[in-house]
């Protein structure tokens, strides 16, 4: 599976948009972009997923470029309870193996 | 539907003692995963199984054991506890077939060994 990097932390002022960047420079054909994100000390909750396209749902939007060697997750809105740490996870098609690493830390500043 | 418990939330163990910590799932997902998160770090995968009675070691095995005896419960057994193991630990599913996947974690498990 291919490796992701994350910068470790970012800072957004509440209201505005939050823009989280990955780089995954070695993904393959068949793999998909995961973003999940862990709250505090829950367990990690996801977010949405993508393999070319950009995608969008009620959380958060995806945009994957077109050589897919990075992409970006926007939350359009923050708000404080977007505050966490926020994985990017590459992914094969029979995805028994996530691997999670340390992610990005985003502070949503009031 | 409950999604992913488990038990218990937390728990002390003195060095050399045995425990198992429980998982279970009400979403009828084949795929279960056990992961430990130190202070600070990402997740890492202990054990997964893609079904009854299989399973597999995921990247950081060593000192615990599973078994999947059926599709809902997914139990991650610590023989010998050693200060090394403290950590959270979360158990995970997700549906199965050929993907995209999506995981579904429980709350967690806090483990002090002291």
């Known amino acids: 599976d291919a490796k992701t990097t994350q910068p470790t932390s970012m800072d957004c002022a509440e209201g505005r948009a939050a823009n989280l960047p990955c780089n995954h420079s070695?993904?393959?054909?068949?793999?998909?972009v995961y973003w999940y994100r862990q709250i505090h000390s829950q367990g990690p909750q996801y977010i949405i997923h993508?393999?070319?396209n950009n995608e969008t749902n009620e959380m958060a939007s995806l945009i994957i470029t077109e050589d897919r060697k990075s992409s970006t997750l926007i939350l359009p809105h923050a708000t404080l309870r977007d505050t966490a740490v926020y994985y990017c996870?590459?992914?094969?098609?029979?995805?028994?193996?996530?691997?999670f690493g340390p992610g990005t830390r985003l502070s949503v500043l009031p | 539907n409950a999604g992913v418990t488990q038990t218990p939330k937390f728990r002390i163990l003195k060095i050399g003692q045995s425990m198992t910590l429980q998982c279970t799932q009400d979403?009828?997902?084949?795929?279960m995963y056990w992961y430990r998160q130190d202070p600070g770090m990402g997740l890492k995968l202990i054990y997964y199984?893609?079904?009854?009675?299989?399973?597999d070691k995921g990247e950081v095995p060593n000192g615990y054991n599973v078994s999947r005896s059926t599709t809902e419960d997914f139990p991650l057994r610590l023989e010998l506890a050693a200060p090394s193991q403290t950590s959270v630990y979360f158990c995970?599913?997700?549906?199965?077939?050929?993907?995209?996947?999506?995981?579904?974690f429980g709350p967690g498990t806090r483990l002090t060994v002291t």
């Open positions: 070695t993904i393959s054909g068949n793999e998909y």
């Open positions: 993508g393999l070319k």
């Open positions: 979403m009828n997902h084949n795929y």
């Open positions: 996870i590459v992914l094969g098609n029979y995805g028994q193996n996530f691997v």
């Open positions: 199984s893609v079904g009854a009675g299989i399973t």
């Open positions: 995970a599913s997700s549906t199965s077939g050929t993907g995209p996947y999506e995981q579904y």
